[in-house]
């Protein structure tokens, strides 16, 4: 039960990377922005992703620990022994690989979404910055200047 959980937390967060790595005009990119800030404001929010965030690690730790212990183990009980000593640890690397990828693109959520804030702030302040009389001035000057240089040395 608690893997298929992990797998269908892994699909959510591997299809919010597929959101994020989109390419998209600035304004859908900035609504985005927008609606990431807005919902993580949100203390229960915080509280989720940290509560999936521990359970995951939890889970990669514990499947790690009982790879290390199966694969120990070797016993001779017989051949459907060995077989279920197999498939307790096929099981046990399914989990490890499903709770490792999901830790994963946790962090490159939180990655992508700080690259995308930081991202948009620069358009915000280049956007206030062009409105300003003295960037209209540079371009004014930049305009002038060209208009005298000649096209060929």
Not at 124 to 130: V, W
């Amino acid at each position: 039960m608690l893997a298929k959980a992990m797998f269908g937390v892994m699909l959510a967060e591997a299809t919010l990377v597929v959101i994020l790595i989109m390419p998209t005009t600035n304004t859908m990119r900035g609504h985005m922005v927008a609606l990431s800030r807005w919902v993580w404001s949100s203390n229960v929010v915080r509280a989720l992703v940290m509560a999936v965030l521990i359970m995951q690690g939890a889970v990669f730790f514990e499947a790690m620990r009982n790879i290390d212990r199966l694969d120990d183990r070797r016993t001779d009980s017989g051949i459907t022994g060995e077989y279920y000593n197999y498939a307790n640890l096929l099981r046990n690397q399914r989990n490890a690989y499903i709770a490792g990828f999901g830790l994963f693109l946790t962090f490159l959520i939180w990655r992508q979404l700080a690259i995308l804030s930081h991202l948009y702030e620069l358009y915000e302040t280049r956007a206030k910055y062009e409105e300003t009389a003295e960037y209209r001035a540079e371009m004014k000057a930049k305009e002038s200047d060209s208009e005298h240089r000649p096209l060929l040395p």
